[in-house]
Each structure stands twice: as structure tokens, then as C-alpha cells.
């Protein structure tokens, strides 16, 4: 069993700039990718970005690519998305997922665990 749990949202002016944190227990979290995916009222889940089990890589939607980076602390059992130029667009649940594999992936269906959210606003 994994538990995810996220923070660091909350209401931002467009332009700013916003840090989610996850944190992870329940099982060996550096063996595992991680990715941040969002959710925005009457919209799919979508992915955001990322990160195999080293950090080694990574990877980004084309919508925050430039703007969003993921990182994480094995050492820790956290990730992180932070997010600069934030735009209204940006709005959204986010949630934080732990894949099943080492590689990192878009696809939500390889993701097993996920967080229960997080809101991020940012007003125009």
C-alpha cells in the first residue's frame, strides 16, 4: 500500500508562481516513477510532467513545458512540481501518482496510487 499526500496549493495572480509537494510512504519509493497529472472542472485528468525513479529524467506536457519542473528527494520520499508563469488556464486539481515502473510515463492507466489532490487557482 502507498500513501500520497499533497500540499502547496491555493489561490495565485497569474503570473506567479506556486511549489506542490507530495509525500510519499507504504513502500519503496525510489524504485518507482512518479508524475503529477490535473484535473480542471468539467475536463479529463490530464498529465503534467514526470520523473523516473532516479530523477535522472523527466518530462512535461507541451502546455507547461518551459514553466512547470518536477523533481524529487528519494532520500525523502517527496516530489515536487513548481510552477512559474502561471496562467488562469493552469486551474486545476493536482495529483500527485506513483507509477508502477522506474521509467517515467504519461500514460494514467501505469500510474497505481494517487494522491487525493490538491487545488491550484490562479485568477487573471
Known amino acids: 500500500q502507498v500513501q500520497l499526500v499533497e500540499s502547496g496549493g491555493g489561490l495565485v495572480q497569474a503570473g506567479g508562481s506556486l511549489t506542490l509537494s507530495c509525500a510519499a510512504s507504504g513502500r519503496t519509493f525510489s524504485n518507482y516513477a512518479m508524475g503529477w497529472f490535473r484535473q480542471a472542472p468539467g475536463k479529463e485528468r490530464e498529465f503534467v510532467a514526470a520523473i523516473s525513479w532516479s530523477g535522472a529524467n523527466t518530462y512535461q506536457a507541451d502546455s507547461v513545458k518551459g514553466r512547470f519542473t518536477i523533481s524529487r528527494d528519494n532520500a525523502n520520499n517527496m516530489v515536487y512540481l513548481k510552477m512559474n508563469s502561471l496562467k488562469p488556464e493552469d486551474t486545476a486539481v493536482y495529483y500527485c501518482?506513483?507509477?508502477?515502473?522506474?521509467?517515467?510515463?504519461?500514460?494514467?492507466?501505469?500510474?497505481?496510487?494517487w494522491g487525493q489532490g490538491t487545488q491550484v487557482t490562479v485568477s487573471s
Open positions: 501518482a506513483a507509477a508502477r515502473t522506474a521509467a517515467w510515463t504519461l500514460r494514467d492507466y501505469e500510474y497505481g496510487y
